[in-house]
């Protein structure tokens, strides 16, 4: 079954602890996002890649970092935890040409205390 | 930045109604699709539309896009309470280096039975 997984679902923290949350697709997509998702706001880009080793910076990248060194996997780093990261986080891959859908895991639900 | 900017932010019919839902953007387009999201949960895509395309249709639902106003409408027809859910907007257009979705706030449809 064709799908992206994020772990953890649900993750509550302090502030300035280290944390990632992992995603993973199977479909052998070039592009993966980070999305985060916040009431009025609607989903902000954090970050992107287009291919491994390859990210750039959405919309709202500070306070976060990723990593692509597989095809399948698309980890989203925070270093320091704070409150204003507080969100729901959505992991995103589609097939690399322009016209394809995108495919969302299920979210992550982080609060920072 | 959110490209695209749905209307209207909240919408409530009863079942057996249509619902309309309408979107707008700013620049450019190679298409324009549409999502759906549970409370929640990941958004899902439903369908896609070409800037070369006028109307589309995928069993209730039908699209249209209007390039020369840049704006596209969503209808559900009959709709059921199964439908309750909010409903996305995102334009495929190039940015920076790589050819990435951008997400509007959002309609919440809420159909009562």
Redesign the interface.
Known sequence: EAQVTQNPRYLITVTGKKLTVTCSQNMNHEYMSWYRQDPGLGLRQIYYSMNVEVTDKGDVPEGYKVSRKEKRNFPLILESPSPNQTSLYFCASRAGTSGTEQYFGPGTRLTVT | ??QGEEDPQALSIQEGENATMNCSYKTSI??L?W?RQNS??????LI?I?SNEREKHSGRLRVTLDTSKKSSSLLITASRAADTASY?C?T?A?R???????????TRLMVKP
């Open positions: 930045s959110q190679n298409n699709q999502y929640g949960r990941g958004l899902v895509h896609l070409r996305f995102a495929d190039v920076r280096a790589g050819n990435m979705l951008t997400f509007g706030g959002g």
